[in-house]
């Protein structure tokens, strides 16, 4: 995920669907200096993430809620925000998906990533949203910015999409 971000200075992030805040641990231990904020629809979530890292903004939002406020952002990333279908129809999750992206894509100055299961796996599991590269590039492509790039080189049946506001 942290490699959306194409500067070494420090930048603003948001952690969007940020759970327990791991990706935080992740930033603190690693030598990237980045100003983090969270945001997860969950208060469970953000009352844990509150508590563990005090002085660390989170908010408790829904984005799929009309006027929801999402705070804006160098870069969003949205780590197994996507992945999970359960049981919600297909069709219905990549609209579901598709708007969330088309919401969160203008709060961020420079570029978002998002990872999504891939379909070039031995099976697909049904609880899980799998979605062809083509069908994800052309959504991309067509709503959000030709400035893309998919990474599937990391070893798990899943791949990242990044998206950016301008050519690298
Ligand atoms: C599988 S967890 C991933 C947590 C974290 N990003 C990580 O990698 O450890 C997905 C998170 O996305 C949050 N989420 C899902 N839809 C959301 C939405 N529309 N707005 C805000 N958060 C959302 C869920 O509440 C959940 O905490």
Redesign the pocket.
Known sequence: MMEVVREREPVDLL??????G??LDYLRQSDREVRYRG????AR?VDLCRRKYPGVAFDC????EPGAAVPEADYIVM???F??RCGVDYETMFEAVTG?LRTVFPHARKGIAFNLMSKHVDWEREDLFHVPYDRISRFVIGQLSRHHLIRADYGLYEYTVYVYKAAA
């Open positions: 952690d969007f669907g940020c759970g327990a791991h990706f945001l997860d629809l969950s979530f939002v829904d984005v799929m780590n197994g925000v992945t999970e969330l």
